[in-house]
């Protein structure tokens, strides 16, 4: 086996360290040699070249409640570094800061006028974010969540059906922030948020099904989230159920007044098409209706499913509370600056 190299060996052990801090909070030196297995000589280079580089600092002490000397605790700079989630609806835009550290400072929320500019509206709302969160100049990665096909290897989107929608938005976005640009399909975004924190956590193979403003899906496969050539996996809003596509039969207009049971009878269709392509053991009813319909309606939904496919399957309604766009949002904008900031890291093993 190949072995790391001294300054590979340093980057591995100082992104190790980094996210032990991420998810432990501040630590003592003794601490993170017992987590990291790392020797005396070695935690101590790299909490003195993590200072010098600004990205840890001393976080008070700790053991003052027993005999002999305290030990020094070390946090992250949390305001190293900033990003935002944005979610661009078709009545509104969300906009949420949070910190380094993950900690979210401010939301905003905005009407979005009839023929906006686009790209300049999106940049105020974010400004106000910052602004109101006492941050800096500005973020260091901006994700938007927006309806419509984003093109993996351009960026480009297609079919936004937002006022003012652009296909160059992101673009557009990066050249007024300075900030790296992600933009992203919404229900992508709501499934990594489910898949992180909500109910498909601890999954490799799930679908979500989006029940909400437009309807659509999103797939994650052996761990990574599906977005397909051009960006349209999971558009199942499209199919067609007789001579009405499924978004169709499963917008509020068409369900009000139905009872829960005919409304779970056209869930199922649509779960059906995504079980009978996919097989992913687990579908999430997203979106406002999926998630208010709760256990009730996912277990309506699995009853019809089970006399459709022979395929098992389990119904789950969604369970990340507020905005599941901005929370997916903001999960992988700190994903990419900490990559940025911190470092990727080659091993999540300790170099030694």
Known sequence: MKTADPTMARAINDRLALDLLLEHGPLTATQLRTLTGLSRPTVAD??????????IEPAGETGADRRGPNARLYGLVAGRARVAGVDLRRDAVHAVVADIAGTETRTVTRPLPPAPDLPAFIDGVITEALG???????AHTIVLGTPGLVRPRTGLVTASGVPGGRPDLGRELEARTGARVILENEVNLATIAEHRAGAAAGRADFALLWLDDGIGAGIVLDGRLRRGASGGAGEVG???????????????SAVRGLPLDAVAER?????????????????????AFGR????????L???????????DTEIRPAVVAGDPILRGAVLTALDAARDAVFG????????R
């Open 238 to 252: 499209l199919l067609k159920v007789g001579a009405t596509d499924f978004c169709g039969l499963l917008e509020t």
């Open 132 to 138: 109101e969160a006492g941050a800096g100049p500005g």
């Open 344 to 351: 990727r890291a080659a091993s999540p093993e300790p170099a």
């Open 292 to 299: 208010a319909g709760g256990d009730e309606l996912a277990a």
């Open 46 to 55: 790299l909490i003195e070249r993590l200072r010098e580089s600004g990205l």
């Open 301 to 311: 939904v699995a009853a019809r499913l089970g006399e459709l496919s022979p395929a």
């Open 267 to 287: 869930i199922a269709r649509g779960v059906f098409a995504l079980v009978a392509v996919l097989d992913p053991g687990l579908v999430v009813l997203g979106g």
